[in-house]
Structure formats: structure tokens, C-alpha cells
């Protein structure tokens, strides 16, 4: 199975790669520019080990080439991004957004959100996707700084979706990143809620100076691994 990163040059995505690719996963870094996806490609090789799967190439063949698409890029860019690449998305792949509708986007401030029609950006996501696309939103509060270290994260992700089985793998995909628990979020319109919590956890970072993350309390272990 390879995983594709659009806009997988920038924090979020390089990290996402960097946990997965460590994991055994095949991973495509996506990017505007071919040359730029190859040369975070090969930084991300050089960290992980030159055994790890990764390459690079423009957004649209990372795409066609990969059965799970994770789209990492700022909500500015994010119906554009997904205009861009339509072409390329089939009925069956699974499409992971993690993009959170910051104000900071469009030069705002970082601890404010945007109105999004649809409710969210993962809805967005939904509305501009290819049929048979299935949207799954999960990571938004995942701190790309923590994924770019070594270290186990100690941060819950809330995984939504509309569809169960396509929930449960990326539940599974967090799941190799070490420290990461996974909790189905239930249904896709409540990535409103998980986006918008990530302008408050910024806030904390601001504030406390740190990379603030989730957890979830008072849970079955069982429901963890699910
Ligand atoms: N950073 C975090 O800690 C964090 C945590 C959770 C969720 N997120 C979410 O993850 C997403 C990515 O975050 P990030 O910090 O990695 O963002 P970023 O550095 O601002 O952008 C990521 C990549 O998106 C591409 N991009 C930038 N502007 C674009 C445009 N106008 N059109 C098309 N592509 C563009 C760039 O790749 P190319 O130039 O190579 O195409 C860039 O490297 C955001 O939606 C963010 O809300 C971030």
C-alpha cells in the first residue's frame, strides 16, 4: 500500500512521512514542484534510513500512484489543491484531510478559525472530491514539530469518517506512530469540532511555550483498539 503526501514538503506531511516511512510504510511525497517533492524526499531518507521507502514527485502522479492520499496543505491552498489533483483521485482511495481552516491562512491570527459552508474543511473535502472518494479527517491535532523528533508523541487522534472500514485504517495508520491512540471520532461532520480544538491547543503553545497535544480519559482500553 503507498501513502501519497500532498504537500508533503511542508511540517505536517514531512512528519506524517517521516513516522510512517519508520513504520515500513511506502510513502509518496507530493508538491507543487517535482524537484522540490524529491529533495524532501531524499532529507526524509537520509533521517529515516536509506531502506525506507520514499519518494517524490508533482502532486498529481503522487496521487494516481497511491492508494491513501493525505493532503497537508495550508486551507488557503486547500480547494485549489483539491481542484488541482481531481484528476487524479479514484473511486476506493481513501483521503485523509488534516487540514484545520486556520485565520492564519489567509494572514489572520493562528488561534482563530475561518467559516467553512460545508462546516469544515474535511467536509470541503467531501463536497470536491470525486465520487467513490472516501474523506476521513484525522491528525489536525498532531504537532508537526513533535512529529519531526525521534521521541514518542504523547497526543490522542480523533479519527472522522462516514465510512467504518475506511475510519478503521487510518486509525490503524496513527496507531504506528509510537505514543499515538486512535479513537473513531464518529461521523465526518464532527471534524468541525476536532479542527476548531487546534486553534485552542495553539493558544496553549503561545502561551506555555510548548507542543501541546490530546488525551482522551475515562475510555475501555478496548476502545483504543478498535
Ligand atoms: N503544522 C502543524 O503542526 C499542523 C498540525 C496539525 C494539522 N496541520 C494542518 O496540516 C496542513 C499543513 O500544515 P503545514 O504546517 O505543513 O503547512 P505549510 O507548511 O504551510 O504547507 C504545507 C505544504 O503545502 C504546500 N502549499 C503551500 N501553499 C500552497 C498553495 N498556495 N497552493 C498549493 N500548495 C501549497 C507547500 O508545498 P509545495 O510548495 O511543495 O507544493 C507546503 O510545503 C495545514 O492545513 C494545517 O492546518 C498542521
Given at each position: 500500500?503507498?501513502?501519497?503526501?500532498?504537500g508533503?514538503?511542508?511540517?505536517?506531511?514531512?512528519?506524517?512521512?517521516?513516522?510512517w516511512?519508520q513504520?515500513?510504510?511506502?510513502?509518496?511525497?507530493g508538491?507543487r514542484?517535482?524537484q522540490r517533492?524529491l529533495?524532501t524526499?531524499a532529507k526524509?531518507s537520509?533521517?529515516?534510513?536509506?531502506d525506507k521507502?520514499?519518494?517524490?514527485t508533482?502532486n498529481?502522479?503522487a496521487?494516481s500512484?497511491?492508494?491513501?492520499?493525505?493532503?497537508?496543505v495550508?486551507?488557503?491552498a486547500?480547494?485549489?489543491?483539491?481542484k488541482?489533483i481531481?484528476?487524479?483521485?479514484?473511486?476506493?482511495?481513501?483521503?485523509?484531510?488534516?487540514?484545520v481552516?486556520?485565520?492564519?491562512?489567509?494572514?489572520?491570527?493562528?488561534?482563530?478559525?475561518?467559516?467553512v459552508?460545508?462546516?469544515?474543511?474535511?467536509?470541503?473535502?467531501?463536497?470536491?472530491?470525486?465520487?467513490g472518494v472516501?474523506?476521513?479527517?484525522a491528525?489536525?491535532?498532531?504537532?508537526?514539530?513533535?512529529?519531526?523528533?525521534?521521541a514518542?508523541?504523547?497526543c490522542d487522534?480523533?479519527?472522522?469518517?462516514?465510512?467504518?472500514?475506511a475510519?478503521?485504517?487510518?486509525r490503524?495508520?496513527?496507531?504506528?506512530?509510537?505514543?499515538v491512540r486512535?479513537l473513531?471520532g464518529g461521523k465526518?461532520?464532527?471534524?468541525?469540532?476536532?479542527?476548531?480544538?487546534t486553534?485552542?491547543?495553539?493558544?496553549?503553545n503561545?502561551?506555555?511555550?510548548?507542543?501541546s497535544?490530546?488525551r482522551i480519559?475515562?475510555?475501555?482500553?478496548?476502545?483504543?483498539?478498535?
Amino acid at each position: 500500500m503507498s501513502i501519497a503526501i500532498v504537500g508533503g514538503t511542508g511540517p505536517e506531511g514531512s512528519g506524517l512521512a517521516l513516522r510512517w516511512a519508520q513504520a515500513g510504510e511506502t510513502i509518496i511525497i507530493g508538491s507543487r514542484d517535482a524537484q522540490r517533492a524529491l529533495e524532501t524526499a531524499a532529507k526524509l531518507s537520509a533521517s529515516a534510513g536509506a531502506d525506507k521507502k520514499i519518494s517524490g514527485t508533482e502532486n498529481r502522479f503522487a496521487c494516481s500512484a497511491a492508494e491513501i492520499v493525505v493532503l497537508t496543505v495550508p486551507f488557503a491552498a486547500h480547494a485549489e489543491t483539491l481542484k488541482h489533483i481531481e484528476p487524479s483521485l479514484r473511486a476506493g482511495q481513501i483521503l485523509v484531510d488534516t487540514t484545520v481552516p486556520l485565520a492564519a491562512s489567509i494572514g489572520g491570527k493562528p488561534t482563530r478559525t475561518l467559516g467553512v459552508w460545508q462546516g469544515s474543511a474535511a467536509q470541503q473535502a467531501a463536497e470536491l472530491a470525486p465520487e467513490g472518494v472516501i474523506v476521513v479527517a484525522a491528525f489536525h491535532n498532531l504537532a508537526a514539530d513533535l512529529l519531526q523528533q525521534q521521541a514518542a508523541i504523547d497526543c490522542d487522534v480523533i479519527v472522522c469518517s462516514d465510512d467504518k472500514d475506511a475510519g478503521k485504517r487510518v486509525r490503524e495508520l496513527a496507531r504506528k506512530i509510537p505514543g499515538v491512540r486512535a479513537l473513531d471520532g464518529g461521523k465526518l461532520e464532527n471534524a468541525r469540532i476536532v479542527e476548531q480544538i487546534t486553534a485552542v491547543l495553539i493558544g496553549l503553545n503561545i502561551r506555555y511555550k510548548g507542543h501541546s497535544g490530546l488525551r482522551i480519559t475515562g475510555l475501555p482500553a478496548a476502545a483504543f483498539e478498535r
